[in-house]
């Protein structure tokens, strides 16, 4: 495997893996969330040793691959433009290129896809990407192929992702699979199967390679990360027919945490997906503890109204929520908390709405992620509940709660003014190539001018000014956590 610096892009070194003997060319790209991203580097690795090597180049490729996902109409839409893509450069430049679809879309559509999109040669699920190798021979034999069955025990534990578009400082590294929450209007348990968590060696060793590649932050990915739970595989709700000595070697994720924590004390640890009814106090004081793990914690909570929740299938209430977020305050005063919100969900009311202005400006969340209730085809929600609320009142309802976020993020902001904070140095400033950018602790964007800092770089910043979401400061030395 030789590892080889393309051109300066955008101000950011891209490091791209390949095998000089691999002849093939593959164009991949994805959407929808971090695991689609992660997962897509499983795919190319797997693929690499099929003689791929990757291309940025969609009209030189051999293998075209889309990562697909399926949260919202939109995201679908998304995929569906860029197949016109594919077919137009296919039929005009490239008329030897294979199709390939991935992920969530794949899994919620399955045979459907190959019927609907005829650029379509391949529809692979997000569980069965090892079966790439077989499945590209049928397409190679001119049939269409089709692998969506999803496991109770596949985790891609034992493949080494190739690292996509990495700039060689921050990476992601997934750590379970799957979700057993059935929130009512979500299709991940429909299309990324039951939760089952990875063997913590596994997770340590690419941690390892990644530390010895020069990596500085990882980023532990699950959809449900809080109900990490290794006991030697198997799915987590088969947890109670394991042994007494299964249960009792068994890794939750505050263990895990604590593990990288410690083995890498100068590589730094965010997490991400939580879930609320989920978290254990014990992540939180494991974040207190220890300087590497990040005070930063994504808590979607989707509504401020305890009787929506309910009809969410969301398994806590409001004021158990509100309990959480004051646990968090009080173990990490300093932690940043941001938050997923979905306006208009079916028999939404003003009231229901109005609670879930006041959740936020009780919680005073740093930024989140706000969206318009999207009925998913083959949720609980879309077979039981009618899509009553009218777009025009979710959109109005989205912009109350985007312009509220907006005066928090602004008041959380500036909680750093005149502050001195360590920022790990990940690209350069998109509006100045004069400027790095980077993320402090809690997550916060910072720019400042680069002098002789270079990317990977621990720096500490002197505060100076802010806008909504962004630090500016001054650079005045490494910080702590470099580590020469
Ligand atoms: S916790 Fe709920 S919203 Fe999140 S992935 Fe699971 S089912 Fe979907």
């Given at each position: ?9 955008q ?19 994805s959407?929808?969330?971090a695991m689609?991203?992660?997962d ?6 797997i693929l ?13 490729a ?8 399926s949260?919202r ?10 197949l016109?893509?594919y077919?137009?450069?296919k039929?005009?430049?490239?008329p030897?290129m294979?199709?390939?679809v ?14 609907e999109?005829?650029i ?5 699920g997000?569980?069965?990407?090892k079966d790439?190798?077989?499945l ?13 069955i999803l496991?109770?025990?596949?985790t891609?534990?034992d493949i ?16 379970t699979?799957?979700c ?5 209007f979500?299709?991940v348990p ?5 939760e ?8 340590i060793e690419?941690?390892q390679?990644?530390w010895n ?8 990915l ?6 990490y ?9 088969d ?13 939750d994720?505050?263990?895990l945490l604590?593990q990288?924590a ?14 609320p009814?989920d978290?254990h106090?014990?992540?939180?004081h494991?974040?207190?503890k220890y300087d590497?793990?990040?005070?930063y914690i ?12 309910k009809?969410?299938?969301r398994?806590h ?5 509100m ?11 300093e932690?940043?908390?941001?938050q997923d ?8 009311t ?8 006041s ?17 998913r085809p ?21 912009q ?10 602004e008041?959380r902001?500036?909680?750093f003014l ?9 690209k350069?400033?998109k ?11 809690e997550n916060v ?6 002098e ?7 720096v500490l910043?002197?505060v100076?000014?802010c ?5 500016i ?5 490494y ?6």
């Open positions: 495997m030789e590892k080889e610096i393309d051109e300066k892009k101000g950011t070194s891209l490091v791209l893996e390949h095998k000089e003997e691999n002849t093939k060319k593959l164009f991949i790209e959407y929808g969330c689609n991203f992660s897509s580097e499983i795919v190319a690795s690499t040793e099929q003689g791929y090597n990757t291309t940025q180049n969609l009209e030189e051999d293998l075209v691959l889309v990562n697909t996902c949260i109409d939109k995201a679908e839409m998304t995929v569906r433009k860029r016109e893509k077919n137009a450069v039929r005009s430049i490239n030897g294979k199709v390939g991935l992920g969530c879309m794949a899994e919620r559509l399955k045979s459907q896809f190959l019927e999109e005829k379509v040669d391949m529809v692979v997000p569980d069965a990407y790439l190798p077989n590209l021979k049928e397409v190679e034999e001119g049939r269409d192929a089709i692998n969506v496991s109770k025990d596949e891609y534990g080494a992702p190739v690292r996509l578009n990495s700039n060689g400082v921050n990476a992601f590294v997934s750590i699979r799957g057993d929450n059935m929130c009512t979500c299709v429909f299309t990324r199967g039951r089952r968590s990875r063997e913590p060696q596994s997770i690419e941690i390679d990644l590649r020069g990596f500085k932050e990882v980023c532990l699950g959809q449900n990360v809080d109900s739970l290794w006991y030697g595989g198997g799915l987590k709700k947890f109670d027919k394991a042994t007494d000595m299964q249960k009792a070697t068994a890794t994720f505050a263990q604590e990288c410690v083995a890498f004390p100068k590589m730094r640890f965010r997490f991400s997906t939580s879930n009814q978290m106090e014990e992540v939180l494991v974040i207190a590497n793990v990040c005070n994504h808590l979607p909570v989707q509504s401020g109204s305890t009787r929506i929740l009809e969410m299938n398994q209430t409001r004021e158990e929520y309990e959480l977020v004051d646990k968090i305050k009080r173990i990490i005063p932690c940043s908390i941001s919100m979905i306006t208009g969900f079916p028999t939404e003003e009231e229901d709405h109005q609670d879930t202005l959740l936020m400006e009780y919680v005073e969340y740093d930024f989140g992620y706000m969206f318009a209730y999207s009925e083959g949720t609980l929600a879309a077979r039981k509940m009618k899509d009553d609320v009218p777009e025009e009142v979710k959109k109005r309802r989205l109350e709660v985007v312009d509220l976020q907006q005066i928090l993020s008041k902001t500036k909680r005149g502050q001195t904070v360590e920022i790990l140095i990940e350069e400033s509006k100045s190539d004069k400027h790095w950018s980077g993320r402090n602790s964007v910072t720019v400042f001018p680069k002789h800092y270079k990317e990977g770089d621990f910043v002197k100076t000014d806008t909504t979401a962004t630090l400061g001054e650079a005045v030395g910080g702590p956590m470099q580590t020469n």
